[in-house]
């Protein structure tokens, strides 16, 4: 596809209004040419939510970097801000224990984080392989 912001605003209203409401073809039309981007829509099947790294030492993916899904299922926002309130309260512990934050303590933190996400996130994506996954 085409990185040319004109080139995205005619391909959406020839090939993906035609089905929707007049409002949306002339809400297109009248786009900010400057916000206009073009990106694939992505997913990361639940299997690999469940055994992938999603974290390592002090470091650890979080929101859409973690559990990628296309936004039909209207989840991943929700799902991002969930990692963040589990992420605050894995920090939280750790400093309301000890009042500052430890390297091995924080990977520890990351490696819990990271187990009660993955299931949850994985669990909102099932539906995706209904059709049959390769
Ligand atoms: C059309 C659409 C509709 C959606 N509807 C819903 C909905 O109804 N409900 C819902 O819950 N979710 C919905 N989502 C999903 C939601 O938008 C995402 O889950 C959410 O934005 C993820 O937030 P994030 O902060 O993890 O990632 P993002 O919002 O993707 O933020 C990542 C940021 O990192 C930047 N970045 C990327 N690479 C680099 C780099 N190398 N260096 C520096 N910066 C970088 C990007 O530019 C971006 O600003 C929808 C998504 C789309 C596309």
């Known amino acids: 596809m085409a990185r040319d912001p004109k080139v995205i605003q005619k391909e959406v209203i020839d090939k993906f209004a035609q089905d929707l409401p007049q409002l ?3 809400i297109v039309q009248h ?8 990106a694939p829509l992505l997913h990361r099947f639940p299997w690999d939510i469940i055994f992938g790294n999603v974290s390592k030492g002090n470091i650890t993916v979080a929101g859409g970097a973690m559990h ?3 936004p039909d299922l209207g989840q991943n926002e929700c799902a991002a801000l969930e990692d963040a309130v589990v992420l605050g ?7 309301a ?3 500052r934050l430890v390297p ?8 819990q984080y990271a187990q009660k ?5 994985a669990g909102l994506l ?5 059709g049959g996954c390769n």
């Open 24 to 26: 949306y073809t002339v």
């Open 31 to 38: 786009s900010d040419l400057s916000t206009i981007t073009w």
């Open 68 to 70: 990628p899904m296309t």
């Open 89 to 95: 309260q894995q920090f939280g512990e750790l400093i």
């Open 97 to 99: 224990q000890r009042s």
């Open 104 to 111: 091995l303590e924080v990977a520890h933190a990351l490696t």
């Open 117 to 121: 996400r993955r299931w949850r996130a």
């Open 126 to 130: 099932p539906h995706i392989c209904q």
